[in-house]
Nanobody
Framework: QVQLVESGGGLVQAGGSLRLSCAAS????????MGWFRQAPGKEREFVAA????????YYADSVKGRFSISRGNVKNTVSLQMNSLKPEDTAVYYC???????????????????WGQGTEVTVSS
């Protein structure tokens, strides 16, 4: 079992930065691949970024590539999402998610992940 708690959301002006963190419980955190998804008001949840258990591979949605960066600290059981050059369209609730292994499943699909946090809200003003 893994429990996930996100933090770091808030209100920021367009062009600004935020760093989201996801704290995970459990001693086997470093065995889990992690993802960030987001859900804007009135829209479906969408993939943002993912990182493998080793941290050796990262993946990004085209909409955030070059602006967002995912990383993990396996000693501290955290995964972070550094968000730069934020745009109003980045406004959403951001969720972190975990899966023991991708096993051939797509990292950008919500159903791949077994554990989810409650989300942290990000608002980008224009």
């Amino acid at each position: 079992q893994v429990q996930l708690v996100e933090s770091g959301g808030g209100l920021v002006q367009a062009g600004g930065s935020l760093r989201l963190s996801c704290a995970a419980s459990g001693r086997t955190f470093n065995n889990y691949a992690m993802g960030w998804f987001r859900q804007a008001p009135g829209k479906e949840r969408e993939f943002v970024a993912a990182i493998t258990s080793s941290g050796g591979s990262t993946y990004y949605a085209d909409s955030v590539k070059g602006r967002f960066s995912i990383s993990r600290g396996n000693v501290k059981n955290t995964v972070s999402l550094q968000m730069n050059s934020l745009k109003p369209e980045d406004t959403a609730v951001y969720y972190c998610a975990a899966v023991l292994r991708y096993g051939g499943r797509r990292y950008d699909v919500e159903g791949t992940y077994d554990y989810w946090g409650q989300g942290t809200e990000v608002t980008v003003s224009s």
